[in-house]
């Protein structure tokens, strides 16, 4: 799904619908974060905002680990619950956080299976229900805790592959929605797939009576934005096409790591990524991190990590249902979690003018 990769590929969201076993739980939490509001390091100074009764989470728990009624309580402070505003995935009727975790550099290789039990502990401590993965993502083991997946980059073998550009979008359909009547998924949807695909995939369904797909998982952040500010938003208004969108950070790009060169333990210097390196240190690059270190003095002066800023400037776009974070220690996942509350139209218009690329729709153009 990352660049330096062709193909497309699904995401196939399965779901599992059941009451919350700690809504009791949750509430002293939401108790005992207000009290700590007042001293804790959240910008806005943001409460929880838990729902109640019915809760929609994106995931299927088959044994092993720890168990919703039992285990023992949370070690960790919640800075700001933020992630927890729900709201639906497009038009569908899944509702997912604002923000969700996906593991595909860390989870597998690059950090401790105790540490990545911690940061899903944490982020679902901290409202956050969606989680996002695929079979090839760092070699990881999935099988015991799935959220979405992705039908792509599978075996070696040709028929273990899945998606290629010679398949045809009407099989693709056709399968998706044998997959959902089977029971084997609620809802599907699409990962780096154009416009036009999405609306014939879409078109498909309508003239067969098949279930079309619900969201497309687009790159976004500040340098990539043409797509989700642009395309998807029109998705959104005529089929209900939600956006769930990943790098928020540009692969750390935003958080400054890269001003002084790659450093040895950074993503960049990893195997597998001289891609990323070339791009830190190509001219495009070096432009990108001058308008970087302008961004993090707005964020000084705003009170929050460049970080933070650049996850709430995400939140902000029309369409976009949820922002993944990839995160490799707790300290990152806590101070990723603690977002702006609000984007002012002040900061947004500041962004823009700094960054100098805000993309244009077709009604802006004719105005």
């Not at 956050?128 to 760092?138: H, I, K, P, S």
């Not at 797509?227 to 938003?233: I, N, R, S």
């Not at 270190?293 to 939140?315: N, S, V, Y």
């Not at 002012?344 to 802006?364: F, M, R, V, W, Y």
């Amino acid at each position: 799904m990352k660049s330096g990769a062709g193909g497309r590929s699904l995401n196939v969201l399965t779901v599992c619908l059941r009451t919350s076993a700690v809504d009791a739980v949750r509430l002293k939490q939401q108790q005992q974060q207000q009290q700590l509001c007042s001293c804790a390091a959240s910008p806005a100074g943001s409460t929880a905002n838990w729902n109640g009764g019915e809760h929609t989470h994106i995931y299927i728990w088959r044994g092993g680990g720890r168990g919703e009624g039992g285990g023992e309580k949370s070690r960790h402070i919640i800075l700001s619950c933020t992630s927890s505003c729900g709201q639906n995935l497009g038009k569908s009727g899944l509702r997912v956080s604002c923000l969700g975790l996906g593991t595909w550099v860390t989870f597998g290789s690059q950090i401790s299976d105790e540490m990545a039990e911690n940061l899903m502990t944490i982020a679902y401590e901290n409202g956050v229900n969606l989680f996002d993965t695929a079979e090839v993502y760092a070699s990881g083991r999935r099988s015991s805790f799935v959220i979405t997946t992705k039908i792509y980059w599978g075996g070696q073998a040709e028929t273990e592959r899945g998606l290629s550009r010679k398949h045809i979008i009407e099989e693709i359909v056709r399968a998706m929605t044998f997959v959902i009547n089977q029971g084997m998924a609620m809802y599907w949807g699409t990962s780096r797939w154009s416009a036009m695909e999405i609306m014939e995939a879409y078109s498909v369904a309508r003239q067969f009576n098949l279930i079309p797909p619900v969201c497309e998982q687009a790159e976004y952040h500040y340098f990539q934005r043409d797509k989700v500010e642009v395309q998807l938003p029109e998705l959104y208004h005529k089929i209900g096409v939600g956006a769930m969108t990943w790098s928020p950070l540009a692969c750390g790009l935003i958080t400054g790591k890269y001003s002084d060169g790659v450093p040895e333990c950074s993503r960049a210097a990893m195997k597998g990524y001289q891609w990323l390196k070339e791009r830190v240190n190509s001219e495009e690059g070096r432009r990108q991190l001058a308008k970087i270190k302008e961004l993090h003095l707005l964020a000084d002066r705003l009170g929050c990590t460049a970080a933070q800023l650049a996850i709430a400037w995400c939140l902000r776009s029309e369409g976009v249902s949820s922002v993944l974070l990839g995160v490799s220690n707790t300290e990152q996942l806590l101070e990723n979690l603690g977002i702006l509350s609000q984007m002012t139209p002040q900061t947004i218009t500041e962004i823009d003018a700094l960054l100098g690329n805000k993309p244009h729709s077709k009604k802006e153009s004719r105005a």
